[in-house]
T-cell receptor, first 113, second 113 residues
Framework: EPEVTQTPSHQVTQMGQEVILRCVPI?????FYWYRQILGQKVEFLVS????????KSEIFDDQFSVERPDGSNFTLKIRSTKLEDSAMYFC???????????FGEGSRLTVL | GNSVTQMEGPVTLSEEAFLTINCTYT??????LFWYVQYPGEGLQLLLK?????DKGSNKGFEATYRKETTSFHLEKGSVQVSDSAVYFC????????????FGQGTRLTINP
């Protein structure tokens, strides 16, 4: 069964460092998303991406964040200069059409020290 | 803005017990409602959904009814199994396609044999 895969499963980094989280969406999907969950808090929408551009982003998704689909298979989330409060589980999701079911990856845990 | 409030966890039950996980929401308009489940080491998976008032979503023995009058979407199962141990997330979307989801905080369920 096709699935969304994410790497790394866990990354530990120092404050101020750049981090790239990677996602491989399901191959025929066209819409891509990042969500995050800070420990003990709710899962929050970060950004949606379609046709090689951001279609919507939340207030959380500030200039420190960027997304990219560099090679037609990977979908990446970059945090330029990590802060302590960026520590969270980051979930990637994809969907074939804008009325279909979202498929989520198992998440990448980011710990910023 | 839209929000979802879930029953605080963790919840621990014995096998074959009756399960209810409460979920209430606040939304403008007529959202679609969802329950997602995350099994250990896996991504979030759609468990069931309902797109309009009085609809009942069901899957794997779980049910939830969209109650507009009480703004609720409580998850129920008549007889839980050890394999139901997971984290359950209630969520809403403003559109039937369920792309930008607003999640509750999740409820960890543990079923003991």
């Amino acid at each position: 069964e096709p699935e969304v895969t994410q790497t790394p499963s866990h990354q530990v980094t120092q404050m101020g460092q750049e981090v790239i989280l990677r996602c491989v969406p399901i191959s025929n999907h066209l819409y891509f998303y990042w969500y995050r969950q800070i420990l003990g808090q709710k899962v929050e929408f970060l950004v949606s991406f379609y046709n090689n551009e951001i279609s919507e982003k939340s207030e959380i998704f500030d200039d420190q964040f960027s997304v990219e689909r560099p090679d037609g298979s990977n979908f990446t989330l970059k945090i330029r200069s990590t802060k302590l409060e960026d520590s969270a589980m980051y979930f990637c999701a994809s969907v074939r059409s804008n009325t279909g079911e979202l498929f989520f990856g198992e998440g990448s845990r980011l710990t910023v020290l | 803005g839209n929000s979802v409030t879930q029953m605080e966890g963790p919840v621990t039950l014995s096998e074959e017990a009756f399960l209810t996980i409460n979920c209430t929401y606040t939304a403008t308009g007529y959202p679609s409602l969802f329950w997602y489940v995350q099994y250990p080491g896996e991504g979030l998976q759609l468990l069931l959904k309902a797109t309009k008032a009085d609809d009942k979503g069901s899957n794997k023995g779980f049910e939830a009814t969209y109650r507009k009058e009480t703004t609720s979407f409580h998850l129920e199962k008549g007889s839980v199994q050890v394999s139901d141990s997971a984290v359950y997330f209630c969520a809403l979307s403003e559109n039937p396609g369920a792309q930008k989801l607003v999640f509750g905080q999740g409820t960890r369920l543990t079923i003991n044999p």
